[in-house]
């Protein structure tokens, strides 16, 4: 955000005005004891800038005050205010605002001889005594011109009533009617020269944008752009726009994208906290399931998740999840996530960037996805300086911010995708691929700082539990998807079978080898084992032969010897 | 006091407040005017309060007042005012409808 709000030498007193961004754009608020001029054309919201000043005063900073309507009657006005949330009447009862509606009409009234304005005076006076009143209102003071004939007179009234205002040390507010050719009507701001701020109601495109410029502000530094604010049901809120300062604390944690196989492509297993991510995509490619996975994953850890989206609605967008196998609404009913949608046409952009960043600073969510930012309209140049404080502001907060943008199907990166670029920290490229009468989708990640991350290109499938990444034949012909990848998922499938068969077949063989080599075996060594029995026998019978041939022998002996 | 004639209800009472805030030059002189002209225009049928805002300041918002001096016609109805020090007779009879004025 803003640097130091009190740089040094900074020697004038703030009133702060309380109003969300103002404080910021003015480094404090309202020079305090000094008028302030609030000029605009019709329905620019100057009354309710000046109630707002006042209320805030009464109700946050302890300081009463005092309204002096010229145009409204005191009913009207608290009516009016109330609808935008300010307990009006509850600050009036307790003594800490007065109004003072002060009516001047001019046909009846009849001028004879000198006057001047000193009732006003006294009844300013009175109000301001009877309160102890800090902050003053006057709203409008140009109708005096059409009350009172004299000018001269009422010139020199108003002079005198400035003066005396500042002298007396209240902070004031007058508001006047935008004049052409100068900034007010009949030229108050030659009396009231501290500060002026104008506001502006511009309609472009029959859209209206509310804008805020601080014109000047004597002794102190400010914003001077315009600023575009919101006047709605949480009353008045300022986006300031150039609080883009690069100084914001970065985080090393990690936070998942929800997808598993995505977290995988990412070298740190996710998006940095408190980094921006764009995710491009055709139509239909799945940019709002990929948000949705991260919606969810973020609401699993605990965290608060916001999402503001411009083309669905949030009963609608939570139904559709439901098909992917992501359901959000426990999130919701658990108050952990915040739906906000509205249709790109209701506002101006910066319109939504400033509601955008009030919800923002509402619900304070971790994690925040817009859904899609090409829904927001304008000029391009605009376009992207609002993204960008956008962007800048959710930085410096450390939240986690996800874009998604739509993209022509073929994946071209149009010049608006390119200037988007280099506000981003990653890029998640989502494309069709188009090819044998199919559309299939590839993802790829096309930048992420601070990691390196795959360089392939993943066809991703959105199954009813969610999407899932799967890999990507790359051959001669390009990328396989689809069912031209199925088919060769086919062949290789049929080539690993062939190749099993392959082994086995060689198996069985060998097996029928090993078996008939161990049955020549066994005929070898049955015909050793019947060789050695052979032997044995013929050793036998030669034994035999030799003692019968003994026997033989001896016989004959005896039968020789007893014949001698 | 001739060359008053008053027309219609002759009777009419004029009920007056006449606002000023403090002594200063442009009140006196608007006091001072009033009374000379209720003397010669409005005899005996007219009263005139007179409040200093200075001592009395919560009373300037009951009857609208913004410029100093103001003269309020309370009675006859419709409320009139008249602002400034009174210095334009001619002016004043007009705003507080005293007919038939004549010189």
């Known amino acids: 955000m803003f640097s130091s709000p009190k740089a040094a030498g900074e020697a004038i007193d703030k009133s702060p005005t309380g109003i969300a961004g103002l404080d910021q754009v003015t480094f404090g608020g ?81 001028e004879s001889g000198e006057y001047d304005l000193e009732g006003l005076f006294v009844r300013l006076d009175h ?70 701020i104008l506001l502006d109601n511009r ?56 997808v598993p196989d995505l977290d995988a492509m990412l070298g740190a297993g996710g998006f940095w906290r408190g980094s921006s991510v764009l995710v491009t995509g055709a139509p239909g490619s799945g940019k ?3 948000s949705a996975h991260f919606l969810d994953a973020a609401c699993k850890r605990g965290e608060r998740a916001m999402a503001f989206v411009f083309e669905e609605a949030p009963a609608q967008i939570m139904r559709n999840m439901l098909s992917a196998g992501i359901d959000l609404r426990p999130h919701v009913d658990a108050g952990l996530l915040r739906f906000e949608a509205a249709r790109p046409s209701l506002y101006g952009f910066e319109m939504h960037l400033t509601r955008m ?59 608006s995708d390119s200037g988007m670029s280099s506000l981003m920290d ?92 161990g049955r020549q075996i066994a005929e070898l060594e049955a015909d050793l084992g019947a060789e050695e029995a052979e032997i044995e026998a013929l050793g036998r019978q030669a034994d035999l032969r030799e003692q019968v041939l003994v026997g033989d022998r001896s016989a004959m002996a005896a039968r020789r010897g007893a014949a001698e | 006091m001739s060359g008053i004639a008053t027309a219609g209800q002759a009777d009419e009472h004029f009920n007056l407040r006449l606002y000023i805030a403090g002594q200063t030059p442009k009140s006196l002189a608007a006091i001072a005017n009033l009374q000379t002209l209720c003397r010669e225009h409005l005899p005996g049928r007219h009263s005139i309060e007179i409040i200093d805002l200075r001592e009395q300041p919560e009373l300037a918002a009951r009857d609208q007042v913004v410029a100093i001096p103001t003269l309020v016609r309370h009675l006859p109805p419709p409320l009139k005012r008249i602002i400034g020090n009174l210095a334009n007779i001619e002016k004043v009879l007009v705003g507080l409808e005293i007919n038939g004025v004549t010189t």
Not at chain 1, 212 to 218: C, E, G, S
Not at chain 1, 232 to 247: R, Y
Not at chain 1, 437 to 460: C, D, F, P, T, W
Request: proline residues 2%.
């Open chain 1, 288 to 290: 709002s399931t990929l």
């Open chain 1, 426 to 517: 990653s890029w998640l490229s989502l494309r069709d691929i188009e090819a044998s009468g199919e559309r299939n989708r590839g993802l790829y990640v096309l930048k992420a700082r601070g990691m390196s991350h795959s360089n392939q290109i993943r066809e991703y499938l959105i199954t009813n539990s969610g999407v899932h990444l799967v890999d990507v034949y790359v051959g001669a012909d390009g990328v396989l998807t689809g069912s031209a990848r199925a088919n060769q998922e086919a062949i290789e499938a049929a080539e690993a079978v062939s190749r099993a068969e392959e082994v086995d077949r060689r198996q069985r063989a060998l097996a029928r080898k090993r078996a008939t080599i």
């Open chain 1, 127 to 196: 109000a301001i005594r009877s309160t102890g009143a800090k902050r003053v209102v006057l709203d409008t003071i140009e109708a005096l011109f059409s009350g009172f004939g004299d000018s001269t007179i009422l010139r020199a009234e108003l002079r005198r009533l400035f003066a005396w205002l500042k002298a007396r040390g209240v902070t004031a507010i007058i508001t006047a009617e935008r004049g052409e050719g100068q900034l007010t009507r009949h030229g108050i701001e030659e009396y009231v020269s501290d500060c002026v």
């Open chain 1, 30 to 110: 309202l020079p305090a004891g000094r008028p302030t001029l609030v000029c605009g054309s019709a329905g620019c919201g100057k009354t309710l800038f000046a109630m707002t000043f006042l209320v805030n005063g009464a109700a946050q900073f302890g300081e009463s005050g005092v309204f002096m309507s010229f145009e409204e009657r005191t009913e009207d006005l608290a009516t009016n205010v109330a609808s935008l949330g300010y307990d009006v009447a509850g600050l009036v009862d307790a003594g800490k605002l007065m109004f003072d509606f002060v009516r001047v009409e001019r046909s009846e009234i009849e």
């Open chain 1, 203 to 258: 309609v472009i495109d029959q859209i209206t944008t509310r804008r805020l410029r601080v014109v000047k502000y004597r002794g102190s530094a400010h914003g001077t752009n315009e600023y575009p604010f919101l006047i709605d049901e949480g009353g008045i809120s300022v986006l300031p726009v150039t609080s883009a300062g690069l100084d914001y604390a970065v985080s090393s944690e990690v936070v998942p994208t929800g």
């Open chain 1, 357 to 415: 960043m009030r919800d923002v600073n509402d619900f304070d969510p971790q994690v925040v996805v817009l859904d899609p930012i090409t829904s927001l309209r304008g000029d391009e140049v605009e376009l992207q300086t609002t993204l960008l404080r956008m962007v800048d502001l959710l930085k410096a907060r450390g939240t986690t911010a996800y874009f998604t943008s739509l993209t022509a199907g073929d994946g071209t990166i149009t010049q």
